[in-house]
């Protein structure tokens, strides 16, 4: 089985704090992918990465950046943290190989900015 | 640029009555399409996909080209079946898997 794991399942930060969300994979993965899910809002693309090193611009990437530096794990930073990036974050990979590709979630961290 | 849409928030149906759930998309060019469920206190997790045309627990989706919709149904709904479903759309070739999601419907399965 394909597993995900979030570092934290929920965490609570102060307004201005930088916030680090780790996420890693253990299938080898090509692709990687940061989502806040927000009620009403549904699933909005914040960051992804489809290779090492590399990223790319989501739908809503301003307040956030992303580190690759392993295959394995996909770093979403909030360099000062606003209380409108309260939200909870989804972690996803995915295989470049097989169409269409199955994306694959970990189980989330609930931000609270205060 | 893609978009989906679904339009219902919320849906309450009865143990046992038809369901579906609505699921409209905008690309010019050839979509692919998932449908999502994210059961209580589970992840988000792959239901179906079109290109599959499978039926997964009871459901299945048919993708209209020509009404641009991938509406997920049931015929008789079971309380388990109580989640957040999202629709998606892969808009394939160079994309690496990039999904646009709709905003997702809270289907609530009353005994």
């Known amino acids: 089985d394909v597993k995900v794991t979030q570092s934290s399942r929920y965490l609570v930060k102060r307004t201005g704090e930088k916030v680090f969300l780790e996420c890693v994979q253990d299938?080898?993965?090509?692709?990687m992918f940061w989502y806040r899910q927000d009620p009403g809002l549904g699933l909005r693309l914040i960051y992804f990465?489809?290779?090492?090193?590399?990223?790319e611009k989501g739908d809503i990437p301003e307040g956030y950046s992303v580190s690759r530096e392993k295959k394995e794990r996909f770093s979403l930073i909030l360099e000062s943290a606003s209380t409108n990036q309260t939200s909870m974050y989804l972690c996803?990979?995915?295989?470049?190989?097989?169409?269409?590709?199955?994306?694959?979630f970990g189980a989330g961290t609930r931000l609270s900015v205060l | 640029a893609q978009r989906v849409t679904q339009p219902e928030k919320l849906l309450s149906v009865f143990k046992g009555a038809p369901v579906e759930l609505k699921c409209n998309y905008s690309?010019?060019?050839?979509?692919?399409l998932f449908w999502y469920v994210q059961y209580s206190r589970q992840r988000l997790q792959l239901l179906l996909r079109?290109?599959s045309r499978e039926s997964i627990k009871g459901f299945t989706a048919d993708l209209n080209k020509g009404e641009t919709s991938f509406h997920l149904k049931k015929p008789f709904a079971q309380e388990e079946d109580s989640a957040m479903y999202y629709c998606?759309?892969?808009?394939?070739?160079?994309?690496?898997?990039?999904?646009?999601f709709g905003q997702g419907t809270i289907l609530t399965v009353h005994p």
């Open positions: 996803a990979s995915s295989s470049s190989l097989g169409q269409p590709p199955i994306q694959y």
């Open positions: 299938m080898d993965h090509e692709n």
């Open positions: 990465s489809y290779d090492v090193k590399m990223k």
């Open positions: 690309y010019s060019g050839s979509p692919e």
């Open positions: 079109h290109i």
């Open positions: 998606a759309l892969n808009a394939g070739g160079t994309s690496y898997g990039k999904l646009t």
